[in-house]
């Protein structure tokens, strides 16, 4: 079981910044990769980046060059550092890890992964 607390959501004007947090707890080491998604209303959830355990990182065309993944592996905890923002970022933001040791080609997609965080909303005002 892995247990996932998002933080750092919050609502600010389209150019700004907004970092993330998703701190992780329970058998968190056995998963090989770890993604962060988002979900606005009344539209599927998408994948938004994610990293793997060694480091190398996926993005969304829709947030390259703006966004970016990190991890401290010490502390459990993933990072999403948002910079300028746009009102079409807004939605609620979810971390996800996936099952234990399971591999994928696909980090993107919401079907790779077996664990979800609460989600923290991001509004982003023009």
């Known amino acids: 079981q892995v247990q996932l607390v998002e933080s750092g959501g919050g609502s600010v004007q389209a150019g700004g910044s907004l970092r993330l947090s998703c701190a992780a707890s329970g058998d968190i080491a056995s998963s090989l990769y770890m993604g962060w998604f988002r979900q606005a209303p009344g539209q599927e959830r998408e994948g938004v980046a994610a990293i793997y355990r060694h480091g190398s990182t996926s993005y969304a065309d829709s947030v390259k060059g703006r966004f970016t993944i990190s991890q401290d592996n010490a502390k459990n905890t993933w990072y999403l550092e948002m910079n300028n923002l746009k009102p079409g970022d807004t939605a609620m933001y979810y971390c996800?890890?996936?099952?234990?040791?399971?591999?994928?080609?696909?980090?993107?997609?919401?079907?790779?992964?077996?664990?979800w965080g609460q989600g923290t909303q991001v509004t982003v005002s023009s």
């Open positions: 996800a890890a996936p099952q234990r040791l399971r591999i994928t080609i696909n980090p993107l997609s919401p079907s790779e992964y077996t664990y």
